[in-house]
C-alpha cells in the first residue's frame, strides 16, 4: 500500500509472519506519521507506533481530537492505532526482566507490544546481580509460570542476561540499555558482554525493546501454518 | 563436581535447563580437555566440546583409543562424549540457511549441538542476498515444514537474517560469521547490519553456532516444567 | 578567484570537470557564505549551497531580499544561485531510490543537485529489504528507463545497494544514511554494510547524497573532450 | 545452478548484469573451488576466481593437468576460467592509478578483470601526492583518451583520489589499500580520507580492486538494454 | 604559586622553556578562571586563556571593568592578560595555512598565540588540495619568506599538510581540524591521514591550534641557553 | 644503577614502596635480560621475570646453568632471580578467584609474584557466573579467612568480580583475561563490563596478572612507614 | 527491601560489605528517588544519591521541605540521607590527588563519600606532571601522613597515578577524567594510559569518583569479621 | 626519474627540501628495492632504505656482493645506499630520549637517519617516568649541548613527552612505540597520551622513527634559501 510518495506499507506482513505493523516514529515527520496512520486506519487495520519525540505525540494528540482512534500505552513510548491487529494464539507468556530502575522504560516498550496482540506478560524489575541472592528468588517464582521465553533488559555491566540463562529452562533475549557513563557507555559494555556470554543469550541492539517483543511474537507464532499474506 | 584443582562442571544444569554440557577447548589445555571428560564419562555423563583446536583432537584422539567413547560430528568440529546428554522431546524442527559458502562451517557446528540431543535440522546453504529471487524457492520448501526457529549465518554485509525474517512466520536468529575483508572484516560489518535490522532479528556472537544451538534448543525445550537440578 | 582573506574560489572548475560550484555551507559563518554568493554573482557565476543551518538560511533571505537571485529547493537543504552553471549535455538518467522513508532528505539532496544541472532522475522511496518483493515491482519500472546509475540511500543495516547491484545493469552507488539507534547508529552499521557488500557496490560517506549526485555528473559528463578551465 | 550442497550459482547474473562471475576463493575450500569451476565449465560458462591462496593455486594447477582449461592473470591474483564470459561492448577505457609502489597488486587485480571482458586498461603507477607536481603530466596523457572511469588505488593518507578528482572529468572510484603502519594502518586512513574527501569520490572496501573493476564494467554496460536473465 | 586551593601555577615555566603561560578556560569555573589571573597580575605576570565558552568571557570582561588589563584576540578564542610575557628574540617567521574556510579559527587560535609573544606569522587560507594548482601559488609567495616551521590546519581528508611537506624547507606541523560529517567526522579522518603522511609530518591533537603555536615558540627558542626558571 | 647503555634500573624502588623488581621481558632481547639479571645479582638484588617468551626461557635457562641463581615459577610464565626481594610483613591474606579454566594461567602469575615476597594466597577457580549456586560456597570459605584484596581473573563477559564485589568485605580487583572469540574478544568485553561495574570494582589492563599483584602488594604495606630509599 | 513496582533495595549490603548504599540519580526519575530515600529513611536506613541532576535536586529540595533529613555536600554531587550509615572504624586515611583543576569536582565526589562513612581524607589539587617537580613538595607532606590508598584523578594524557605509583608506599586507585579535546577526549586517553601504566595501578571507570571512594572504604574495611547481613 | 613501470622517484626533492630520499621496503618486493637503488646509484644518488624484512635484507646483501655500495645501519634497520645525500649544514643537535629499553630500536631508526646526513645526535634510552627523579639527572646534562629539538620515543602509557617538554626549552616530538599489551596495545595508548599532553608536544605516527627524524632534517635545514629543484 502505498502513502503519498514517501512510504510503501507491506501490508500483508501481519498475516504472513504474525508479527504487528510498528511504525519507527523516529527520522519521519509528524506529518508524515499521521498520514500513514489515517491511511491504515482507512483500510481497517490497526499499528503500533515505537519512539515518538514530542513533536510525533503533539500531532497524534491532535489526530486523536480528529477522531483517529489511538491509544498511548507504556508512558506514551507506544502508541498503538485501534483497529486489525494480528492476535497471538493459545497459552505462552512472556517473562520481562530488568536490572536496574532505569532499565524500565525499555522493559516497558516490550511489554506495550506484547499486550497490544494479547501475549501474557509477568514482569520482575531491578533484580540485578550486585546482590545477586535477590534473583533467585524473582525466578522461583517466574519459572513456576513455564514462561516460553525471557526479555532480560540491562545495562551497565550487563551481566544479568548470562545469569538467568544458565539458571531457567527458556531462552533469553538480553535487551543491553544504553545507562551508564565513561567507557561503554551507551550501552556499548553490556552489549558486548552479553555476546560474550559464557551461558546461551541471543541480544538484540541496545535499546531493542520493540524488536525483542517482535522477536518473542515470532517465536510463540512458529510452528503454525502461515495464514498466507501471499509472498513467499 | 570439581575436576582436578581447574574446573567445577555444573553438573545440574542439563536437568534444569534442558541443554547439554558444552565444553569450549579453545583457552584449555588439552590434558585438560581430556581430564573434564574422563570425569564426566566416570559419572555416567556425556557431554559435547566446541572448537577443539589439532592439539585438543589429537589429544581425545588418544583418550578415544584408550577407551574414552568419542566421536567427531560436523568434520571434526564439534566433538561429542557419548553418555548421557538431555533428549529435546517433542516435534519441532530448526530450520539453518547460510549465506555462502564459507559460512557452512559454522552452519555445521549449529547442526552437529542439534542433532546430538535429538532435535530434526533442515539446512540449506549459499542462499546470500546479491540474487535475491534464488531465496523465494529455499523459503517455499522450508516454510512448509514450520520450523521453530531460524539459525541464519552470514558474513560480509551480512543481510540474509533480515531479508528471511520479514518472509518467515519463525524467529530468526542472526549468526555473524568472521568473513570479508577491509573494513568491517572479521564479522564486524555482518554483526552491525544484524543489530540494526529493520525486521525482528535476534544476534549471536560472531562465529557462534554453538550459542546459537544451545539458544534454539531452550527455545524447543521451554513452556516444559523443569525436570529439576536443584537451583534455583 | 579569491573572496575576502578567508576563501578562494576555484572558478576553472566547472568547465574543466562538468561539475558545479557547491558550497558546504557547515562549518562558514552566515556572512561568509552570502560574500561568496555575492563574488560568484558578480562574476556571473551560478552555484548551489548545501547543508545549510537556520543561520544560513536567515542570512540568504535576507540577500535574497536584497537583489542576490537565490532559489530554495528540496525542502531548502540545497539552495541554488541562479546564473552560469554546467549543464550535463545528452540523454542519460539517474534512479534515486530508498530503504525508508528516513532516508528521503538524503536523497532530496542530491535530486536538487541533479536537477539543476538539467539531469533527469526518477526517484522511487521506502522500497527496502523486509518485505523484499515490494522490490521487484520498483525495480522493473526504473530498469525500462536505462538508467545510467543507481543512487541508493539506505540507513539501518543498509542492505538495498546489495541487492540492487545483484539486480541491474547499471552501476550502483550506495549512501549510508545517517539512521538507527544503539550500535550502528549514526549510518556506521549502514556503511559496513555496504562497504563489504557481495555485489560491486561503490559508497560515499554517510548522508554524502550531495557527493553522490556530484558523482553521477562526473559519470555522465565522462568521455567527452573538457572544455578547458586550464589545470590539468 | 546448485553444486553439491555448498553452492547455488546464480547463471543468470551475467546476462542480467553484464558483469562476469567472480568467484572469492578466500573463505572456500579448494575442492569447492575446482567443483564450482567443473560445473561452470560443464554448463559452458566462463568465470573469474580472485583471492586465491596457495592452496587453492596449487589445486588449480591440478585440475589445469587434469584439463580445466584455467588462466593465471596478474601475477597470479586473478584466475580465469576460459569460457563464456560477458564482453563489454562499444568503447570506453578505465584509467588505473596508483599512489605507490605497494598498491601495484591491487591495481592488477583490477586490470585484470577488465581485460577478461575486454575493457581498454590505461595504467600510471606511484604518481602520489608527495611531489604533486609529478601528477600532472600523468593526468594530462590520461585525460586526452577520454577515459569513462578513473580507478584509483592509494594507502597511508589515501589522498590521491582526492587530487584526481578535483582536475579530471570522469567520475573517480577510490580503492584504498591496506597499507602503511601504526595508527590508520590496514588502510583504515585511507579509507577514512577517501570518505571525507572534498571532491567526489566513492570508494570500494579496503583493497577492493575486484570491486572497483566491476564496478567499472556496471558502468560501461548502463545505459543498454539488458539481455534479459529473467529476474527482475 | 597556588592560587586559592584549587591551583598550582608554574611560574617558572616561562623562563625555563620561553613558552608562556597558557590556561585552558574549558573545565574551568569562570571564578576560578579570574582568580587565576588576578592571582597572577597581582605578580605582574602576563598570560593567555585559550578556549573560553561564554560565561568565561563574560566573567573577564566583568574582570576587566573591574580593572583587569585583558585584551581580547582572534575573534575572542584567545585572550591575554597584559603583564610579562616571555619574547621570542631574534627573526624566524611563522607560516600558517589552512585547508578550507572553516580551519580558519583554529588558524587564528594559532596566530593569537604566536603574535602575543611577538612572533611574525605570514597566513594563507582556503588553499585546499581538491584544486591542487591554487597551493603552488601560495607556497612561492611564502618560501620567498624562509619561515621557519608551517603550521597547516586542514579537516575533512586532511591532505594539506602531505603535500605541502613534499614541496618546502621548513618542517610542517599538521593540525587536524574537527569539521567533516560522517564517518572519521571530527577531525579523526584528518588526525589519521596526517599520522599516516607519506611525507615528514608532525601533528597536534584535532583542534590543536594552541598547542601547535606553543610547539613553535618551543622551535623557535631553542639553541638558546635557558634563562634558568630552576628545574632541572 | 645502568645496565650497558639499554637500561636504568630503579634499585631504590623496592624499599621506598615495598614492590619487588619485576622486569617485563616481552620486548627486551634475550641477551638484555640477562645482562639485567647478572647486574642485579652482582649488586645482591633479587627481581622477578615476567612475560618471558621462548626464547627468553631458553638464554635464561643457560644463564642458570652458568651460575646465575634462577628460580620458573608458575609453570615457567615468572622466573625468579635469588636474592634481596622484599619481604611483605605481618598477617594479611589475598584471595585469587578465576572465572574460568582458561584464566588460570593470568591468575597464577598472581600467584607467583605474591608467594615471592612472602604473601599468603588462597585461591579459587572456575567459580563462573552461568551457574551462579556453584559461587556461594566458595566465598563462604574464603570470607572466613578474612582476605586484605580479592584478586578476580574473568574473560567473556566478565561479570565474576561485580557478583563478588557485592558479597565480600574486601576490596575486589578485576583482572579482564583475553579469552573468548568475535566481538569483544581479547578481554575488551571483560574490560568494559568491569569498568561498567555496578559494584565497586577496580580493573587492571587485560591479562595484567603482574600488575594486579604488585598492586595488591602496594595494598598489604600501605600504612606503614617507607625504609626510604630516597625520592621522594 | 522492595520499594513500588521498580526498585529492590539490598538492606544487607552495607552490614555484609561495609560500604554504604549510594543511590545512582542518573536513569532515574525525581520521582522515583525521592520514594527510595523516603522508604529508606521510614527503615531507618541512611543512604547517600550521586550524579543528580538539576532535576532530581529539585525534588529532593522539596522532600528536604517536607521534612526528609537531607544533605547537600561537594557542591551539590553528593547529596546525603542522613540516617544509618556504615562507620569505617579505626585509623587510616585516604589521599586525594588532582592532576588539574578541572579534576577537582570528581575527587570532590570521592571526597563526600568518604567522609560521610568517617573516613579521614588529605587532598591536593592541581599537582600535574608537566612541571613535575611541584609533584615532589606535595607527596613528601603526604607520605609523611602514611595514607592507607591513593585517589588519583586525571584527564588528557592521565600520567599522574604512574607518576605517583613509582614513587609511594600505598596503592594508587587511578580515576580518568573526561577532560580533554580531540582524539582521546572524554577521558579515553587518560583511561588507556593508566591501564597501560607500567608502575602498577587500579582503575575505575571515567569520572568514577564515586567506585574509587566505595572501593577505597572496601579496602579500609577489609581483614575485619563481617556484621553479618547474611548471604553468603 | 622513472624506474621501470613501478616507480617514479622525485629526485628533486632532496635539493628542495633538504631531506634525503627514504625507500619505504614494507610493501615493495625485494626485486623492485634493488632496483630502485641500481637506478638511483647509476643516475649519482645516494639514499636510505627503512623497515626492510628479511627478504629485502638478503636481496641487498646478494646486490652488495654485485656493486651496489650498500651499508647496514642501526642493527640492520636502515640501510644506506652510498651517493649523493643532503648534507644538513651547520651546528644543531637532536637529543633522542627513550622512556624504556624496548622503545631503543624505534630510536635507533632515527639516530641512522640523523647520523647519515651528518646530524650531531645525543641519546639517552630507559629514562621512564616510574621513577621519575632519574630523569632530571638526564635532562641537566642534555640541556647543556642545547639540542635544537628532542625526540621522545615512549610506550606504554607514552608520559614521557609531556614530562620533557614541561621541562626543556627545545621543541619535543612524541614517537608513540608499539609496546605493550592488552587494551591500548600497539601504541595506542601512547600515541592518544602523547596528543591529549597538556604540554606542547608534536606526534609521528606509532613506531614513525623515521618520520621524526626525516621531521628533525626539515627543522634544521629552515630558514636556508632552498638549493631549488624546481617546483615551486
Redesign the interface.
Known amino acids: 500500500m502505498r502513502v503519498g510518495?514517501?512510504?510503501?506499507v507491506?501490508v500483508?506482513?501481519p498475516r504472513?509472519?504474525?508479527?504487528p505493523e510498528v511504525i519507527?516514529a523516529?527520522?519521519?515527520r509528524p506529518d508524515?506519521v499521521v498520514e500513514l496512520l489515517q491511511a491504515l486506519h482507512d483500510d481497517g487495520q490497526g499499528a503500533l507506533v515505537s519512539?515518538p519525540g514530542p513533536e510525533h505525540t503533539r500531532a497524534l494528540l491532535y489526530a486523536r481530537a480528529g477522531g483517529l482512534p489511538i491509544r498511548f500505552r507504556a508512558s506514551g513510548r507506544v502508541i498503538e492505532l485501534r483497529g486489525k491487529l494480528p492476535r497471538v494464539r493459545g497459552?505462552?507468556r512472556v517473562a520481562i526482566l530488568t536490572?536496574?530502575?532505569?532499565d524500565?522504560p525499555i522493559a516497558e516498550e516490550a511489554r506495550a507490544i506484547l499486550e497490544a496482540v494479547g501475549v501474557g506478560v509477568v514482569a520482575e524489575?531491578?533484580?540485578?546481580?550486585?546482590?545477586?541472592?535477590?534473583?533467585?528468588r524473582v525466578?522461583?517464582r517466574t519459572?513456576r509460570l513455564?514462561?516460553?521465553?525471557y526479555l532480560v533488559a540491562a545495562?551497565?555491566?550487563?551481566?544479568l542476561p548470562?545469569?538467568v540463562?544458565?539458571?531457567?529452562?527458556?531462552?533469553?533475549?538480553g535487551i543491553?540499555t544504553?545507562?551508564?557513563?565513561?567507557?561503554?557507555?551507551g550501552?556499548?559494555?553490556?552489549?558486548?558482554?552479553?555476546?560474550?556470554?559464557?551461558?546461551?543469550?541471543?541480544?538484540?541492539?541496545?535499546?531493542?525493546g520493540v524488536?525483542?517483543a517482535?522477536?518473542?511474537?515470532?517465536?510463540l507464532?512458529?510452528?503454525?501454518?502461515?495464514s498466507s499474506g501471499?509472498?513467499?
Open positions: 510518495s514517501f512510504a510503501r507491506d500483508g506482513r504472513r509472519t504474525g508479527v519507527l523516529e527520522g519521519k508524515q519512539r497459552s505462552g536490572a536496574g530502575t532505569a524500565i524489575f531491578d533484580v540485578g546481580v550486585a546482590g545477586i541472592h535477590r534473583l533467585f525466578l522461583r519459572e513455564h514462561p516460553r521465553v545495562g551497565r555491566e550487563g551481566a548470562t545469569v540463562a544458565g539458571l531457567v529452562r527458556a531462552p533469553v533475549v543491553p544504553s545507562t551508564g557513563y565513561g567507557r561503554g557507555a550501552g556499548a559494555a553490556a552489549l558486548g558482554a552479553m555476546l560474550q556470554s559464557c551461558a546461551p543469550v541471543a541480544v538484540v541492539n541496545i535499546d531493542g524488536s525483542a517482535l522477536f518473542a511474537i515470532h517465536l507464532s512458529a510452528g503454525r501454518p502461515r501471499k509472498p513467499i
